[in-house]
């Protein structure tokens, strides 16, 4: 049984197994979808938000969450979608974007004032597999509609970049 009220580090810990479906590697905490954690007893409520508006991916992140609380003991989860703020990928952790270029795909860039203010602004993104600079975009939409994918000019391999919000 579970006495304190306040045990939602113990939460996070679950919830650091429950990874994105679309990008293996990375877990809910890490691309920084869980605003809040909420606990009374063995009652727990998740509060999430979706990294890209209609983001198939989210109906799944939340019966995960779900399904891993009660593999964990805590009988009836609650998960809740919070639209605002909406997320950016600020949230997301340095493990989570270290985790996502070793994946291949390039994390979201720093200067976000500089790359982000034009949705159709043409971005420096610098390449996943040899670091280079030297890369182009090919399409607005990659395998997922949050991911755009990119070409290097270098090393020649297409990769996707994880969109700035
Ligand atoms: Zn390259």
Known sequence: MVT??????AIKLILEQVMD??????????????????????KVTVFITPTYSGCPAMDVIAMNIRMELMAHGYPEPEV???LHPAWT???????????LKQYGIAPPMLNRHASCT??????????PHCA????GRLSEF????????????????????????
């Open 21 to 42: 479906p679309e990008i293996p590697v990375l877990s809910v905490i890490d691309l920084g979808v869980v605003r809040n954690i909420r606990s009374a007893g063995n």
């Open 80 to 82: 809740i979608m919070q």
């Open 118 to 127: 034009d949705l159709f602004a043409e971005e420096s993104v610098q390449c």
């Open 142 to 165: 990659g395998s997922t509609a949050c991911k755009s994918l990119y070409k290097c000019d270098d090393c020649l391999e297409p990769f996707d970049y994880f969109k700035c919000h």
């Open 89 to 99: 990928t600020d949230w997301m952790t340095e493990k989570g974007k270290t985790q």
């Open 132 to 135: 280079s600079w030297h890369t």
């Open 4 to 9: 304190t009220t306040n045990d939602t580090s």
